[in-house]
């Protein structure tokens, strides 16, 4: 409760234990039967997943070939179950090849303009730790000011009810997602997901309203539509 779960490997866990995480992750609670009794136990974790590209490990790396068929890494990648990585707000490939120079919002931009032909970039620089550490500091405070007058404090706990309300977007910014969303086949549940994450990057940017570029960033850390190789 209150930690950070990191699952690497993730595919490889039973079925039954990665779909077992959706209910802590929607309520932030986890529910045990015991003769015939029900107990519930507060479970607000922050979610982190690992995973190969393919059961080898070798797809899309430099230099090594994949020996796995092609329905042999869907039938991997379908191992996460699709409710469970709807509830994945942040997802990112990492991999050789993409070690390019480029930002997440350089490749979001382009994703938008129908010219990116990579997946997120593996290098963002945005300055030290320390600086990082002072940005994500002001952050937090500037949504605690921000939801004072509710039970939540944070980007990730707002409720889609309140959410549309808070964000502020600019018309830019909202014509962005409004584009993305039949693109990428967008659900609700991932609209709400891009919501916040943008917000949050607003946040560290020290932005009082979501602009296009920090909008474009989410959609692209919600991506999740690389090919195989």
């Keep these: 409760h209150n930690g950070i779960l990191i699952l690497d490997e993730a595919p490889e866990f039973r079925r039954s ?5 959706r209910e802590p992750l929607e309520k932030g609670m ?46 991997y990648r379908k191992r996460l179950g699709a409710a469970l990585l709807d509830r ?49 500091h002001a952050a937090v405070a500037r949504q605690e000011i ?32 409004h584009s993305a969303v039949p693109k990428l086949g967008l659900s609700s549940r991932a609209v709400d997901a891009i919501l916040r994450v943008a917000r949050t990057i607003a946040d560290i940017d020290g932005d009082d309203r979501v602009c296009s570029s920090a909008m474009m960033e989410a959609i692209q850390l919600r991506r999740d539509d690389r090919e195989p190789r």
């Design 88 to 136: 994945v707000e942040i997802r990112v490939w990492q991999a050789e090849e993409h070690f390019t120079g480029q930002t997440v919002r350089d490749i979001g931009q382009g994703v938008l303009q129908g010219t990116s032909t990579s997946g997120p970039a593996a290098s963002v620089d945005e300055g030290s730790s320390e600086v990082m550490l002072t940005r994500v």
């Design 146 to 177: 921000r939801y004072q007058e509710f039970a939540f404090s944070r980007n990730g706990r707002v409720p889609g009810a309140v959410l549309r309300r808070v964000v502020d977007a600019t018309t830019a910014a909202e014509g962005v997602l």
């Design 30 to 75: 986890v529910r045990l039967i015991r003769a015939e009794r029900r107990y519930w136990y507060p479970a607000d974790i922050q979610l982190v997943m690992t995973a190969n590209a393919c059961p080898c490990g070798n797809n899309g790396a430099l230099g090594r070939r994949c020996l796995c068929s092609l329905s042999e890494i869907h039938n």
């Design 17 to 21: 234990v990665l779909q077992g995480l």
